[in-house]
Structure formats: structure tokens, C-alpha cells
């Protein structure tokens, strides 16, 4: 129960019915808080206890100064947690494994479960290893449930032993989607009281959600099952960047293009860390769905969340989307009475200011390999031959290498309709010597020629715009018009078409597109992340052997929201973000060296030449279509049973139980090890002793280099285990699908294969030097294991923003499991440093303006770390000692920042991490 010092609780009518709500009014300087502040000004009032929230929290957040750097820190408590199956698993593994720890410490098993609604999405773990074919949906469905029947059923488990938890079975959707169609509720209603909708997940695109109005933002793992266990997530209160918005977007932009020219205004901004919010009178004019199109892209331009607030435009897709009349009207009725509702004349306080006239926005790609890397689309192909001297070896000339590739295998998981046309990528005009290396690739009779910037995959995924109907349609109506003009997909272009949720499906077959989008290749394969998280699946054989043969420099165009490198596939080193419609024109392109403008993309039936102008859909088109063919019936129908799932979801052998039954032969859920030898007493922490280094590493490292992610090696430590308990290496699957299983997972830590660990000259990869065997280069895996036999502990040297990028509860994890007791960075990303924190491990920061270089570290010397033990006596000291020796007897020696930053983090190191903090709490109760 809040305490109330505001006197802020009263009652709000809506209709026949009351709800209890905490007046936002009742604290001075609400009405001209942010609207995302305001949501976070209800959550402190509602939670107000005293301790961890108290009144001055909530005075300080009421008088916001808009122009100072972030210092108060609020712990905020989401309304519910939402997941995805890879980031899912091991946070239902945990509190599977807290059941059975809670009764051995006396508790009692169902005292462990989520305090707050949590929904889970299977939406990750399905491939595109079947494209361009009528039964490539249910073939791919097929493939995934043989990969990961076995998560499922702990799933399934999970779904029926924990209350407020449950499950969208796989081939439903992907969880942006769904979450935005469905679970959102925008306002909240829990035992009669009713407030804002917040939502923490595990994953960074939770933020899609952003574009109803619903605050929220990806955490890691470890932050998500705390939250759903009822603990705050600790935060300081932000800066919040004020984006005006005007003008309308004009024809033959898409919401693609908005988003592209946003991110890129952003991140040249800098918002990392901060709020971004739009206002003004632009905003009524932006479509839901183009508003969640730009919330979705948040983590691209860095921000904490991207927000609109909420109007008329939310409650038309609210009812649009089948929500009840209902909770619509509790919806507008709560934004207005709390000063919710967007008012493009009200002042707010804003720290910063830019400002968007939509009407000059232009048709725009993104790439090769950054999100906010804009590119004109006029301007796409001499950037691209700017860029690919970059991707190449040497000068290949104009003539290049021209080799033969008979397939041996036609059309592995190809297809046979709408492929075989046979011709050349577009000329190279204007008499360019960009690099060329022309191969031949032959199939089923028929050859055709590959060079360096050909299009290897052409696909719409991803949440980012399958959500948008806009763009999706105007996809569905080019390619209607392509056909119609006899034109086709190149034969080396994988095609694939994985839309985010089964509305877009419904509305594709009342709009007659389905037909058009088969006939370019655009089969249904999946719904799910498929391309933009790396499950392109497999290249065709005989294209993908030229590629790498011949070492060409292929390329990607995909409609999602990541095109990092090595992210999309294997074989394709140059990645490109456009929008759905675009992806179609590229397929048809086949290549990226084009320019739409002046290059046909073929020929019709007469031998007339045909430009992208001439098939590209009128907003008009695109317009009457949305109308036609979308309708609330189509939402209601296709999430009326949304947790039910179909024969192969219900067929599944699933335990029973309130404890989970763990299969000791299973390679993907094994019970981790974190609570092993865990009592009720604290046991106290100690100062770290004869510590040597695991790894010492440079700066921006990511928590992609730290947490295990893509496919799984034969010769690495986790392929390895993996072959040892007979699992065949066609079955390995990736470190994703095994994120239940910390065997696994320990060992692909730190074994990213662009890690350069400073131990070593000039090698990349997951390696260390062991000084217990002579300084000698082994894994880090084994390197790790000789330590922790001998006794060893050990720390990470680190530099500037160690940890940044997507939180991964892996990264901190995988790092407590190797024996890691702290590490020393000169700067953390915020999440990860709290993660490590929350597993036990000690953040410590060099010297302001300190480097491991300048104190005269190379990470061969044994630490001494003292004064940690002063955290035993209820105080955080601001510094320890350190005391690095060299083998020769002399040390370098300096006091180390502690970054422990609250109070509640201090009491999580002290139990030895968040979960058995939040253990011994349940176990008390």
C-alpha cells in the first residue's frame, strides 16, 4: 500500500464503473512534466513505501530541473514484464531453480512466482531454411519444432506451474507485434485500481510498445525476473529530449523513411541514456503503426524509450485492434483526467529540443552495416561503390575472376516459381572501374552470372515494419504490379516474406496480394524474427559456394531494424535496411549497384522497359487497400485464442508440478548452480586475493562480445560438450536456443570471434593466456576452469563503455560463472554494470582519467583488492585499494572507483546477487 503524503489517491468514474487512481495533480509541477515523466511521477505515488520510495523522491521528479545532468535516482516498478523465448528461458530456468532453493531454505515453492502479469512470445527460434515455395511455412514450423521441442516443453511446464505467466506458442507472432495487436493494455486495472500501462523486456525492441503511449524499454534478464518478482528497477530520473513534429509525410514516402531520417537525427544528437519524446502537430498526423515503426528503433539511435503520448489516433488502433469498449474508454478517460492526453499547445518542460518537418523527408535505405548509416535512395549507388573497395580484396579490376559453379543440388530449399530468369546484374554505367569478380553459376539447365554487390537475400521481417500496414500493403501492391508486368526475382536472390503477427496474412488474402507476392518468391515462411536476428537460414548451396569460393562481397536488404556485420548471415558481408516495398524492387534489381532512377528493373510483355516510378504504389492505392482490407473482425479472430496454440504446441509431453523435473541428459535446461550452498545467513563479503587476469580488453565492448550468440563451432569449448553428450553437429543449433543451459553457455562467453583479448598479439577470438601453465594460450573456458580448480579468482581489465549495446544477462552471467570476481573498466554502459552487480561481480573503475596503459598494466600481474570488506558494515566505500604485482617484484598500485551506485544495489552484492536477495526475501516471508 502507498503511504499517500501527496493525499493524491481518489476515485475515477468511467461509465458504470470506479476506479481507485493516484492523481498526479496533487504533486506541484506535474501539469508541465513530460508525459513520460508523468507516467513515472504516478508509478512513485502509487508505490510510495517509505524507504525505497519516499515523498522527496517524489518532489524531486514533480521539480524536475529539465536543464541538469541526471543525479536523483527513483526505482520504478514495471506493471508487467514481456519476453521472448531466447531471453525467456533462462529467466523461467531461474525461477524454476528458486522453487526448489526456496525449499531448502524453508519457504514454501509457490511463493516463487510473478508478482506482475509476464507474457512470453516464442517468436526466435524459427530459421528460413525452406523460402520461395507453397509449403515453406510448414516445413520451417517442422524444423523448428525438432531443433527445439525440448525448450518448449519447459515452457509449456512453465506456463502451468506459475501463476500470471504465459505463453504464445511458436507460429503465432513476433512479440513487438504482438504486444502492440494484443497484450498492451495502455492503462492498467489490478483489484480495482487503475494506472498506467509500463512494461519492461527481454528484449531491446520493447520499445515498439512506445508508440501507444506505454513506457518501456529491453532490460536484461536478470532485471526482467526481478521485476517480475516484484523488485524495482533502480533508474535516475532523465534528461528527456523534446522532438517536435510537423508537416505530413508526403507521397511515395514511407514510415521506413521517417524512421531512417530520424535515427539518424538522433544519433548525431546523442541520446544515449536519455528519453525521447515527440510532440507537436505533426504527431496527430502519424499513423499508430508508423508511430510503433519509430519507438521500435529506439535502440538504434540509443535512447531509453521513444514515446508518444497518447490521443486520438491511440484510441481509433485500440479499437481498431479488438480492445473492448471497456477498457478503450477507461483508456482516454485516465489519459485525460491525469493530463495524459496530448495537447500540441501545452508547454512542457523538454532538456533538450529538435524539431522534424515530416514533409522533407525522403525515400532513404540504411547501411552496410549501421542502422543510422542513412543513404539517399538517389544517392544508393554510388554510395554503395564508394563503400565496396572497403569489402574486397585488392584490385580486381573491371574484368575479374569468371569461374563456373555447376549446382550440384539445383534448388536445395530454393524455389522453382518466379526464379529462374537468368539475367545478368545491371550494367555498371558511366564507365565505373569499381571491382569486379564475375562468377557463373549453373542450375537446372540454365546459367546465370554473379559479381560482387549482387543481392543474396531480399527480405521482409522483422517487428521494425512488419507491423506497419502501409508499407507492408505497398509491398504486396508492387509486387502485384510487377507481376502483372511479367517481371522476376533474380535467380541468386533468396526470397522471404515473415510477417509479425497472422493479421498481416488475413489482410495480404483480402487484398488479393497473396498471389502477385508468391509470384516473386514471397512465400509465407515464418512468423517470427527471422532475418534481422541472423535465421536467414542457408544461402542456396550452389550461390552460397560461388560467394565463397571466390570470396565475393554480397550483400543483404532486409526491412528490419539491425543489419550489424556478420549479423544477418554468414556469407553476406554488406547489409541494408529499407523499407518492405524497397526490399521487392532490390529483389528485382538483384544487385545494389542500381539506380532506380534512371535503370529499368525489366522489361513488360511488349519489350517496354520498366522503372521503379512505374509499379510503385500511390498513397491513394495504399490507402484504399488499408481500408478494404483491414477491419477490427480480423484482430478479434486471430487473437481469440492467442495462448492456446495448435497440435504440435498442445501434442507436447509436458511435466506436471509446482517443482520441474530436470532431465539429466538434456543439453538444452539444466538447473544452474547459482544457489547451490545458498542459507539464509549472509555470508560476508571479503577483499579479493591473489587474483590474476581472465581477459583484458579495449574499449566499446560489447556485451555482444561478452554474452554467447550466433552458431555453435565444432573446435570451440561449447561445441565440444555438446558432440561429448552426443549431440550430432547438425543439431547444435545456436547459443540462443541454449540459453536454459549454463553448460553451454559458460563456455561460449567471451568467445565472440571478433573479441581481440589484449593478453595476446594479433588474435582474435575467445582466448586467453593461463599463467598457471606458463602464460601458455588456451581458451578462456579452460583457462578459467584451471583457475577456479586452483583456487584462483580472477578480474577483467577493461576500457571505455564496457558492456554497451543490448543488456544480455549472459554477458554478466557467463562472466560470475567463469570465477570473475570483478572487473576494472574506465567507463560501463548502465545496464550491464548493473547486471554484473546483480550476479555478484564488482564493478570498479579506473582513475578519472585513467587507463590500464598509464598505470603501467599489461594484465600479467596478480591483484590485491582491499576494502571491500567495508561494504559489510552498511556502507558503500567510494574507492578500494588496488594493488597490482608484476612477476618481478615491483607493483602498480591506485584506488579504484566503487560503482555500487544505491543503496539497493549494495544490498544485492551483499547477498551475492539480485535472485538470491530476492530469495531470501520470499524464504522470510
Same mark, same amino acid.
Given at each position: ?94 525461477? *524454476? ?38 509449403? *515453406? ?66 528484449? $531491446? ?10 513506457? =518501456? ?27 517536435? !513534429? ?94 495524459? @492526453? ?14 522534424? /518537418? ?24 554510388? $554510395? ?29 530449399? =530454393? ?61 504486396? +501492391? ?13 535467380? @541468386? ?107 529499368? +528493373?525489366?522489361? /513488360? ?6 522503372? !521503379? ?38 501434442? !507436447? ?8 523435473? @530436470? /532431465? ?55 561445441? +565440444? ?82 558492456? $554497451?549495446?543490448? $543488456?544480455?544477462? @549472459? ?41 590500464? *596503459? ?72
Amino acid at each position: 500500500m502507498s503511504q499517500d503524503s501527496f493525499t493524491s489517491k481518489g476515485t475515477l468514474s468511467v461509465g458504470d464503473a470506479e476506479y481507485e487512481i493516484y492523481r498526479i495533480a496533487s504533486v506541484d509541477g506535474a501539469q508541465t512534466l513530460p508525459y513520460s515523466l508523468k507516467v513515472l511521477l504516478e508509478n512513485l505515488l502509487r508505490t510510495e513505501d517509505g524507504a525505497n520510495i519516499t515523498a522527496d523522491h517524489i518532489r524531486a521528479l514533480g521539480n524536475w530541473d529539465e536543464n541538469a545532468q541526471p543525479d536523483t535516482e527513483i526505482q520504478f516498478t514495471p506493471a508487467r514484464v514481456i519476453m521472448q523465448d531466447f531471453t525467456g528461458v533462462p529467466c523461467i530456468v531461474d525461477l *524454476a531453480t528458486m522453487r526448489e532453493a526456496v525449499e531448502d531454505l524453508g519457504g514454501s515453492a509457490e511463493k516463487v512466482n510473478p508478482l506482475s502479469p509476464a507474457e512470453l512470445v516464442i517468436d526466435h527460434s524459427v530459421q528460413i531454411d525452406v523460402y520461395g515455395r507453397s509449403d *515453406a511455412f510448414a516445413r520451417n514450423v517442422e524444423f523448428e519444432y525438432q531443433r527445439n521441442g525440448e525448450r518448449y516443453q519447459f515452457l509449456r511446464w512453465g506456463q502451468g506451474a506459475f501463476d500470471d505467466f504465459k505463453v504464445v506458442p511458436p507460429g503465432t507472432g513476433i512479440v513487438h507485434q504482438v504486444n502492440i495487436e494484443h497484450l498492451a493494455r495502455v492503462v492498467m486495472e489490478r483489484d480495482g485500481v487503475a494506472y498506467p500501462d509500463t512494461c519492461v523486456g527481454t528484449d $531491446s525492441h520493447t520499445t515498439m510498445e512506445n508508440g501507444l503511449g506505454v513506457l =518501456g524499454w529491453g532490460v536484461g534478464g536478470i532485471e526482467a525476473e526481478a521485476a517480475m518478482l516484484g523488485q524495482p528497477v533502480s533508474m535516475l530520473i532523465p534528461r528527456v529530449v523534446g522532438f517536435k !513534429l510537423s508537416g505530413e509525410i508526403p507521397a511515395g514516402v514511407t514510415a521506413t523513411d521517417v524512421v531512417l531520417t530520424i535515427t539518424q537525427m538522433l544519433r548525431e544528437h546523442g541520446v544515449v541514456g536519455k528519453f525521447v519524446e515527440f510532440h507537436g502537430e505533426g504527431v496527430a498526423s502519424i499513423p499508430l503503426a508508423n508511430r510503433a515503426t519509430i519507438g521500435n528503433m529506439s535502440p538504434e539511435f540509443g535512447s531509453t524509450c521513444a514515446i508518444f503520448p497518447i490521443d486520438d489516433v491511440t484510441m481509433e488502433y485500440l479499437r481498431l485492434t479488438g480492445r473492448s469498449d471497456e477498457q478503450v474508454a477507461l483508456v482516454e478517460a485516465y489519459a485525460k483526467e491525469q493530463g495524459m @492526453w496530448h495537447d500540441p499547445d501545452r508547454e512542457l518542460r523538454f532538456s533538450e529540443h529538435l524539431e522534424l /518537418d515530416l514533409s522533407t523527408v525522403v525515400p532513404s535505405i540504411a547501411g552496410p552495416k549501421r542502422p543510422q548509416d542513412r543513404i539517399l535512395l538517389s544517392e544508393a549507388k554510388d $554510395s554503395f561503390r564508394k563503400v565496396l573497395p572497403t569489402y574486397v580484396d585488392g584490385d580486381e579490376g573491371d574484368a575479374g575472376a569468371a569461374s563456373s559453379f555447376p549446382a550440384s543440388d539445383p534448388t536445395p530449399q =530454393g524455389s522453382d516459381e518466379g526464379q529462374n530468369g537468368g539475367s545478368k546484374p545491371a550494367s555498371e554505367g558511366n564507365g565505373s572501374s569499381r571491382p569486379h569478380k564475375r562468377v557463373t553459376v549453373s542450375r537446372d539447365g540454365q546459367s546465370f552470372e554473379i559479381d560482387h554487390g549482387i543481392v543474396s537475400i531480399a527480405s521482409i521481417t522483422s517487428c521494425t515494419n512488419t507491423s506497419n500496414p502501409s508499407v507492408m500493403l505497398a509491398a504486396g +501492391l508492387l509486387a502485384k504490379k510487377a507481376s502483372e508486368k511479367g517481371l522476376k526475382v533474380k535467380p @541468386w536472390v533468396k526470397t522471404s516474406m515473415a510477417p509479425g503477427s497472422k493479421v498481416v496474412t488475413e489482410y495480404y488474402e483480402k487484398a488479393g496480394l497473396w498471389p502477385a507476392l508468391q509470384d516473386l518468391g514471397y512465400h509465407l515462411v515464418g512468423y517470427g524474427c527471422t532475418t534481422c536476428i541472423g535465421n536467414s537460414g542457408p544461402l542456396p548451396e550452389d550461390v552460397s559456394a560461388a560467394v565463397n569460393e571466390n570470396d565475393l562481397a554480397v550483400t543483404s536488404v532486409l526491412s528490419g531494424n539491425r543489419n550489424f556485420e556478420g549479423r544477418i548471415n554468414p556469407d553476406v558481408k554488406m547489409n541494408y535496411l529499407a523499407s518492405p516495398p524497397l526490399v521487392v524492387a532490390y529483389a528485382l534489381a538483384g544487385t545494389m549497384d542500381f539506380d532506380f532512377e534512371s535503370e529499368a +528493373l525489366g522489361q /513488360d510483355s511488349d519489350g517496354k522497359d520498366v522503372f !521503379l516510378q512505374d509499379i510503385w504504389p500511390s498513397a491513394d492505392e495504399v490507402q484504399s487497400t488499408i481500408d478494404s482490407s483491414i477491419d477490427r473482425d480480423m484482430f478479434l479472430t486471430q487473437y481469440a485464442d492467442v495462448f492456446a496454440g495448435d497440435e504440435r504446441w498442445t501434442g !507436447l509431453d509436458t511435466p506436471e508440478g509446482n517443482t520441474f523435473e @530436470w /532431465d539429466p541428459q538434456s543439453t538444452y535446461v539444466r538447473k544452474p548452480p547459482y544457489f547451490d550452498g545458498m542459507t539464509m545467513e549472509l555470508t560476508p563479503v571479503e577483499d579479493i586475493s591473489g587474483a590474476r587476469v581472465l581477459a583484458k580488453l579495449g574499449d566499446s565492448v560489447t556485451t555482444d562480445h561478452i554474452s554467447p550468440a550466433g552458431s555453435i563451432k565444432a573446435d570451440s569449448p561449447a561445441g +565440444l560438450y555438446l558432440a561429448e553428450h552426443g549431440v550430432d553437429k547438425k543439431d547444435f543449433n545456436s547459443y540462443g536456443s541454449r540459453r536454459g543451459n549454463h553448460e553451454v553457455m559458460i563456455r561460449g562467453t567471451f568467445a565472440n570471434i571478433r573479441l581481440r583479448n589484449q593478453l595476446l598479439d594479433g588474435v582474435e577470438g575467445g582466448f586467453t593466456r593461463n599463467f598457471l601453465a606458463g602464460g601458455e594460450q588456451t581458451s578462456i573456458f579452460e583457462a578459467s576452469e584451471a583457475y577456479q580448480e586452483a583456487g584462483v579468482p580472477l578480474v577483467i581489465l577493461a576500457g571505455k563503455e564496457y558492456g $554497451s549495446g543490448s $543488456s544480455r544477462d @549472459w554477458a554478466a552471467k557467463g562472466t560470475r560463472l567463469l570465477g570473475v570476481k570483478a572487473v576494472i573498466a574506465e567507463s560501463y554502459e548502465r545496464i550491464h554494470r548493473s547486471n554484473l552487480i546483480g550476479m555478484g561481480v564488482l564493478p570498479l573503475q579506473f582513475p578519472e582519467g585513467k587507463t590500464a *596503459a598509464d598505470l603501467g598494466l599489461d594484465g600479467t600481474e596478480t591483484f590485491e583488492i582491499t576494502g571491500v570488506t567495508e561494504l559489510n558494515e552498511g556502507k558503500t566505500p567510494k574507492t578500494v585499494h588496488v594493488k597490482a604485482a608484476k612477476d618481478g617484484g615491483e607493483a602498480v598500485e591506485f584506488d579504484a572507483v566503487v560503482r555500487i551506485d544505491t543503496p539497493g544495489e549494495r544490498e544485492y552484492y551483499l547477498n551475492d546477487g539480485i535472485l538470491q536477495y530476492v530469495l531470501r526475501q520470499l524464504a522470510g516471508a
